[in-house]
Structures are given as C-alpha cells and as structure tokens.
C-alpha cells in the first residue's frame, strides 16, 4: 500500500530549518509533509520553585495550535489551557528533559515554544523533533557565550508516529490516516534507542503485544532517521551552509 505516493514504512519528507527566528535563543522551522510547527527556546535567569539553591536547571515546553492549522477554525487558548494542549506540551518537555543533565544548566530555565501553523498529523512527533533543534542551538550559544562550561544535552531524541490503519501497519500518520486508524501510538526515543514514551491507543480492535512489538520496530527506525536529519542540519550549519536538510533519508 502507498499512500500519496509513500511506502507503509516511509516517513513523509522532513525539513529542519534552524535559526529561523533572529530574537530566540534557538529555533527550527520543522516541516513534516504539510504539518508545520515553529519552535522557538527562550532562556531565562529564573527556575521553578522547587528548585531555587539548588544550583540546577529546567527545561519546559510550551504547545499551541494557531486558529488556522486545522481544517476549521479552532479557537485560541485563554487563561484556562485546553487538556490536550496541555498534554501535549508535557509530553514534549519530558522528552527534551530526557536527555539532558540538569546540573549543567546551572539555575536557569529553557522554555521551548511550539507553535503548530498548520497540522496534517502528527504536530506533538515533529513539535519534539524541532524543538530538541531549538533546544540545542540555545545550549550551543550559552556555551559560546560563557555562561556554561559544558552542554547539558547527553543525546540526541525524536519522535514519530505509527498505527494500524485498515489492518496495515503505517508509519507517520497523516491527518485522514490517524482519524481513521484502529491503533494509534506516538513513541520518544533517543539516539541510543530508549524509550522515553509511549502512547498508545485501540480506537476499534484492541492490539496485541506482538502488533507492539512490531510497531516499536517501525516507530524506532524512523526516530533513527529523523535524528540523522537532526545531525545533518547541524553539520551544515557548522559549515555556514544552509541548515534546511530535507528528505526521510537524511
């Protein structure tokens, strides 16, 4: 089965554009077939409460769909955070935390924003793939800058989706994909294969461990390339090239 031209197990063509922002500390411009989300890492002299003396740092994240990135209209937030915004934002700060040694930091705060401009499925997979880009050129300036001795970040960490649609295992579910899907699962990992999450649903027929099995399989060789193209773009950034590194293959 192809879908729009893409085999079941092919991630759609991925693009990580990073300094796209002058003001922000770090930032990525990360495309995912028609989804598009814009991250942005913001550092500040500030942490949480719990973690004032402590001489450590803290990494969050912040999530948000603009009206327009879905097909109708969807309302901005107000001061009441929609649930799965909410989710969704934790989601990618355990991720970025996952990877990274807090005691590095210091006592400051990244804040990653993620901004989703329009969603085809999978925005909370590619929102974790670009901001750990943001997150990454914000440590690469406070090194530069002297404010650290060294990077916090241990590994790399990406994220895709995977499912069971009309009884076939796909990869990188786009919008009418997920809406119809009877398992839908979104897996964390990092450069070294860890888990750092897991989320999976049975929308129709509950699946077995072995259908997991398999769908950690997939979801694990495409994190594996989404952190290559996570590599890529870094180097030709270090090179003065253009950071856009398109493609599934890196």
């Not at 930032?27 to 913001?42: D, E, I, P, Q, W």
């Not at 942490?47 to 769909?65: C, D, K, N, Q, R």
């Not at 925005?123 to 750990?132: D, H």
């Not at 989404?226 to 293959?249: C, E, K, M, N, Y």
């Amino acid at each position: 089965m192809t879908r729009t031209g893409r085999a079941a197990g092919e991630l759609r063509p991925v693009a990580l554009e990073l300094d796209y922002l002058d003001h922000a500390e770090g930032s990525c411009f990360a495309t995912a077939g028609k989804t598009r989300v814009l991250c942005a890492a913001s550092v500040e002299k500030r942490v949480p409460p719990f973690l004032v003396g402590s001489g450590s740092g803290w990494i969050t994240a912040e999530y948000a769909l603009l009206p327009r990135a879905t097909h109708t209209r969807t309302a901005r937030a107000t001061a009441i955070p929609r649930g799965r915004s909410q989710e969704i934002k934790r989601l990618i700060g355990r991720a970025l935390r996952a990877v990274c040694d807090m005691s590095q930091l210091g006592e400051r705060q990244i804040v990653v924003d993620c901004d989703v401009i329009q969603a085809d499925g999978g925005t909370r997979t590619l929102a974790v793939t670009g901001g750990f880009c943001a997150l990454k050129q914000a440590v690469l300036k406070l090194l530069e800058r002297g404010d650290i001795e060294r990077s916090p970040i241990v590994e790399h960490v990406a994220a895709t989706s995977v499912g069971v649609v009309d009884g076939e295992m796909l990869l990188d579910l786009v919008y009418e994909e997920d809406s119809r899907a009877q398992v839908d699962m979104n897996l964390a990992m990092t450069e070294s294969g860890r888990i750092v999450e897991i989320q999976a649903t049975a929308e129709g027929m509950p699946f077995t461990f072995e259908q997991m099995v398999k769908l950690h399989a997939l979801a694990a060789a495409a994190t594996g390339e989404l952190i290559q193209i996570q590599h890529a773009a870094f180097r030709r950034r270090a090179g003065g090239l253009p950071s856009v590194d398109a493609g599934a293959d890196g």
